[in-house]
């Protein structure tokens, strides 16, 4: 039989929190000293006198301590016996501080269409100190987001990630769905707001292909202040409709770029004319869904073209 | 005239020109992997394992009938899920495009089904896939798939002229 144990108010608590415990020598233990001496220790520090040490009936000592505030996140709570003149270990607790998880912040989510998953991410809040579990919780649901229909398997991300990926699968497409992320550690649970979303309508785009398009070959003479340009769809998104925009610029220093009115999906090619002749231009595009919601591809890599 | 929100029109012919992009997909896949390149020569195989065919009457061009078109688009989307469905493992190569093909599919009916149900014209009972299809050989079923592959495109062009004249100008 163990010689002590402690027994204590927790093993996990907050920051600054009062700490409780108490290390009985059982009486097997005591005859070994009539009067057992019971010391402390938190973490290397011996705690002088800080114990309240009693006789029980039954010939056991108990000591009981109170640490007003628990100011290390990580440490050992050590119970000791001093007998001639050592000190022998008889038991210790871990113990942990830290806070409850704050609410999670800043949840937003894209739908990817390479890998056909709906990618969410997070503000997780202040570091805890403790062990914290965040997990992307969502259900299917329909019109502003009222009702609670199918629910979707949890996301769990891999550790220490702030997001997360709902595979294709899961998903219901061109339907609304509710998303929130949930932080839990032993202290206490919160959620994020809610997020309602068709994952159709957060598509993030890849930027179309720009290259460089032939003057008619009826014109007799190119003009010299035009450039010809054609484009693709980033491959994924052919079947969405969407509106680009066209900027372009002169190889010349602090040049600022020009932006052409947006241009439908459906007409692929351009002549960009009132340059200046002679002159290399770098020319960009992006795309956006469109009428449908979506999100604004980033900007093309620059195409160089040269007017004549 | 059927109240349909012009986002609803739309978003149903992005998902058709989605689920017809992959149905061509899972199509050149089939003819690159099985050499069945001509699904009119599997007519005859059809009837002999009572394919069904979706007849899409209440969209046709002459006659357009919006209730009765939405309620055939979504009757033969299950159909059609439910012939996906008994193709799935019906190869390393087309499994992929065949999953999210059938994905996709439900997703489309999915769509359609709740926008009768918000009109009050969805049908009092939802159709249902039917009997799923079985097979006797590898053959049968990659071949059933290069038929549903290409009735599932002119299922779908049918539709898509049929949404676009409901998406009006």
Same mark, same amino acid.
């Given at each position: 039989?163990?010689?002590?144990?402690?027994?204590?108010?927790?093993?996990?608590?907050?920051?600054?929190?009062?700490?409780?415990?108490?290390?009985?020598?059982?009486?097997?233990?005591?005859?070994?000293? !009539?009067?057992?001496?019971?010391? @402390?220790?938190?973490?290397?520090?011996?705690?002088?006198?800080?114990?309240?040490?009693?006789?029980?009936?039954?010939?056991?000592?108990?000591?009981?301590?109170?640490?007003?505030?628990?100011?290390?996140?990580?440490?050992?709570?050590?119970?000791?016996?001093?007998?001639?003149?050592?000190?022998?270990?008889?038991?210790?607790?871990?113990?942990?501080?830290?806070?409850?998880?704050?609410?999670?912040?800043?949840?937003?989510?894209?739908?990817?269409?390479?890998?056909?998953?709906?990618?969410?991410?997070?503000? !997780?809040?202040?570091?805890?100190?403790?062990?914290?579990?965040?997990?992307?919780?969502?259900?299917?649901?329909?019109?502003?987001?009222?009702?609670?229909?199918?629910?979707?398997?949890?996301?769990?991300?891999?550790?220490?990630?702030?997001?997360?990926?709902?595979?294709?699968?899961?998903?219901?497409?061109?339907?609304?769905?509710?998303?929130?992320?949930?932080?839990?550690?032993?202290?206490?649970?919160?959620?994020?707001?809610?997020?309602?979303?068709?994952?159709?309508?957060?598509?993030?785009?890849?930027?179309?292909?720009?290259?460089?398009?032939?003057?008619?070959?009826?014109?007799?003479?190119?003009?010299?202040?035009?450039? @010809?340009?054609? @484009?693709?769809? @980033?491959?994924?998104?052919?079947?969405?409709?969407?509106?680009?925009?066209?900027?372009?610029? !002169?190889?010349?220093?602090?040049?600022?770029?020009?932006?052409?009115?947006?241009?439908?999906?459906?007409?692929?090619?351009?002549?960009?004319?009132?340059?200046?002749?002679?002159?290399?231009?770098?020319?960009?595009?992006?795309?956006?869904?469109?009428?449908?919601?979506?999100?604004?591809?980033?900007?093309?890599?620059?195409?160089?073209?040269?007017?004549? | 005239?059927?109240?349909?929100?012009?986002?609803? *029109?739309?978003?149903?012919?992005?998902?058709?020109?989605? *689920?017809?992009?992959?149905?061509?997909?899972?199509?050149?896949?089939?003819?690159?992997?099985?050499?069945?390149?001509?699904?009119?020569?599997?007519?005859?195989?059809?009837?002999?394992?009572?394919?069904?065919?979706?007849?899409?009457?209440?969209?046709?061009?002459?006659?357009?009938?919006? #209730?009765?078109?939405?309620?055939?688009?979504?009757?033969?989307?299950?159909?059609?899920?439910?012939?996906?469905?008994?193709?799935?493992?019906?190869?390393?190569?087309?499994?992929?495009?065949?999953?999210?093909?059938?994905?996709?599919?439900?997703?489309?009916? #999915?769509?359609?089904?709740?926008?009768?149900?918000?009109?009050? #014209?969805?049908?009092?009972?939802?159709?249902?896939?039917?009997?799923?299809?079985?097979?006797?050989?590898?053959?049968?079923?990659?071949? *059933?798939?290069?038929?549903?592959?290409?009735?599932?495109?002119?299922?779908?062009?049918?539709?898509?002229?049929?949404?676009?004249?409901?998406?009006?100008?």
């Amino acid at each position: 039989e163990n010689c002590g144990h402690i027994s204590i108010s927790a093993h996990v608590m907050r920051l600054g929190d009062p700490v409780t415990a108490s290390c009985t020598v059982t009486q097997s233990c005591s005859h070994l000293d !009539p009067e057992p001496q019971i010391l @402390w220790k938190l973490g290397a520090e011996l705690l002088q006198h800080r114990g309240r040490q009693q006789s029980h009936p039954d010939g056991s000592q108990k000591s009981t301590i109170t640490l007003p505030h628990l100011n290390s996140t990580h440490t050992f709570l050590l119970c000791y016996l001093n007998w001639s003149n050592s000190l022998q270990l008889l038991d210790q607790a871990e113990l942990w501080a830290g806070y409850p998880p704050a609410m999670p912040s800043n949840l937003s989510c894209l739908m990817n269409l390479t890998s056909n998953s709906l990618i969410c991410q997070w503000e !997780p809040g202040p570091d805890t100190h403790l062990p914290t579990n965040f997990t992307l919780k969502s259900f299917k649901s329909r019109g502003d987001c009222q009702t609670q229909e199918d629910p979707i398997k949890d996301c769990v991300p891999a550790a220490g990630q702030s997001s997360c990926s709902i595979p294709r699968k899961h998903l219901l497409l061109y339907q609304n769905m509710v998303i929130w992320v949930q932080a839990e550690n032993a202290l206490g649970t919160s959620l994020s707001p809610q997020l309602c979303l068709d994952p159709m309508d957060v598509v993030k785009l890849e930027p179309p292909t720009l290259m460089a398009l032939d003057p008619n070959p009826e014109m007799a003479l190119p003009q010299p202040d035009c450039l @010809w340009l054609r @484009w693709e769809p @980033w491959k994924p998104s052919i079947y969405m409709d969407q509106k680009c925009e066209l900027r372009y610029r !002169p190889q010349l220093r602090e040049a600022s770029w020009a932006q052409v009115a947006p241009l439908p999906s459906s007409t692929t090619r351009y002549e960009l004319c009132g340059l200046r002749p002679a002159t290399t231009y770098a020319l960009q595009m992006r795309c956006i869904r469109w009428p449908l919601p979506g999100h604004w591809s980033t900007w093309s890599p620059s195409l160089e073209l040269q007017t004549t | 005239p059927l109240p349909l929100p012009r986002s609803f *029109v739309l978003k149903c012919l992005e998902q058709a020109r989605r *689920v017809q992009a992959e149905a061509v997909e899972m199509q050149q896949k089939l003819c690159a992997t099985y050499r069945l390149c001509h699904p009119e020569e599997l007519t005859l195989l059809g009837h002999s394992l009572s394919i069904p065919w979706v007849p899409l009457k209440g969209c046709s061009s002459q006659d357009l009938q919006p #209730t009765r078109c939405l309620r055939q688009l979504q009757a033969g989307l299950v159909l059609y899920r439910g012939l996906l469905r008994a193709l799935v493992g019906i190869s390393p190569e087309l499994s992929p495009t065949v999953d999210t093909l059938q994905l996709d599919v439900a997703d489309f009916a #999915t769509t359609i089904w709740q926008q009768m149900e918000d009109l009050g #014209t969805a049908p009092a009972v939802q159709p249902t896939p039917g009997t799923m299809l079985t097979f006797t050989s590898a053959f049968q079923r990659q071949a *059933v798939g290069a038929m549903v592959a290409s009735q599932l495109q002119c299922f779908l062009e049918l539709a898509y002229r049929a949404l676009r004249y409901l998406r009006g100008p």
